[in-house]
């Protein structure tokens, strides 16, 4: 199975920037996505920002502008770049892999990280 490791996460205040990496065990298909979703307390999961195998790059309305998603081929890596970030961005993040192209819907994806924390404090 294909395992992924996320890191990057922690604590920063209101306006700060964190990035965000996953690794995965192997290539994904030729056809794939690479996506990051977060979950806070009480809400439910949602797609954050997502990356084709063509390079195509997706984000959720509310991150526009602020994140930025990117991928290093040669080491299977994909990097979430969060700016200005927000108390509102508070959640567990976690990395996904689909063997299609992408969604925001969370079970089209078979493969997922462990999460990492990301706290912004006001």
């Known amino acids: 199975q294909v395992q992924l490791v996320e890191s990057g996460g922690g604590s920063v205040q209101s306006g700060g920037s964190l990035r965000l990496s996953c690794t995965a065990s192997?290539?994904?298909?030729?056809?794939?996505?690479m996506g990051w979703f977060r979950q806070a307390p009480g809400k439910e999961r949602e797609g954050v920002a997502g990356?084709?195998?063509?390079?195509?790059?997706s984000f959720a309305d509310s991150v526009k502008g602020r994140f930025t998603i990117s991928q290093d081929n040669a080491k299977n890596t994909v990097y979430l770049q969060m700016n200005s970030l927000k108390p509102e961005d508070t959640a567990m993040y976690y990395c996904?892999?689909?063997?299609?192209?992408?969604?925001?819907?969370?079970?089209?994806?078979?493969?997922w990280g462990q999460g990492t924390q990301v706290t912004v404090s006001s």
């Open positions: 996904a892999a689909a063997p299609s192209i992408c969604s925001n819907s969370w079970w089209d994806f078979a493969y």
């Open positions: 192997r290539y994904t298909s030729s056809r794939h996505c």
């Open positions: 990356i084709d195998s063509d390079g195509s790059t």
